[in-house]
């Protein structure tokens, strides 16, 4: 099973940049996805953003596209989350998701079923 480890959260004010990074253990095809949930207290897990390595890219909520941009490094089977313009509604655990193999229909859910980081925290203060 694939291990990730994830980096980046922290403590930040409205308006600031954070980048998440998010590194696979191992990446045994070039059927690989990776991607970002996030949840807040309360609410359910939301995938913020998805990466097919061979594919497309996708930014998922509306509120978050035009801020945030998710990237990958293919060699380091690492993918990042480039987060701007922060907001305190963006103040959530972000989880790190990744699965091998072909995926059919919709990605993020393809996602939820594969392995998970132990999540790190991002703080937003207004």
């Known amino acids: 099973q694939v291990q990730l480890v994830e980096s980046g959260g922290g403590l930040v004010q409205a308006g600031d940049s954070l980048r998440l990074s998010c590194a696979a253990s191992e990446r045994t095809s070039d059927y690989f996805s990776m991607g970002w949930f996030r949840q807040a207290p309360g609410k359910e897990r939301e995938a913020v953003a998805a990466t097919y390595w061979g594919g497309e890219s996708l930014v998922y909520p509306a509120s978050v596209q035009g801020r945030f941009t998710i990237s990958r490094d293919d060699a380091k089977n690492t993918v990042y989350l480039q987060m701007n313009i922060l907001k305190p509604e963006d103040t959530a655990v972000y989880y790190c998701?990744?699965?091998?193999?072909?995926?059919?229909?919709?990605?993020?859910?393809?996602?939820?079923?594969?392995?998970w980081g132990q999540g790190t925290q991002v703080t937003v203060s207004s």
């Open positions: 998701a990744a699965r091998e193999g072909r995926y059919y229909g919709s990605l993020r859910d393809y996602l939820r079923g594969g392995s």
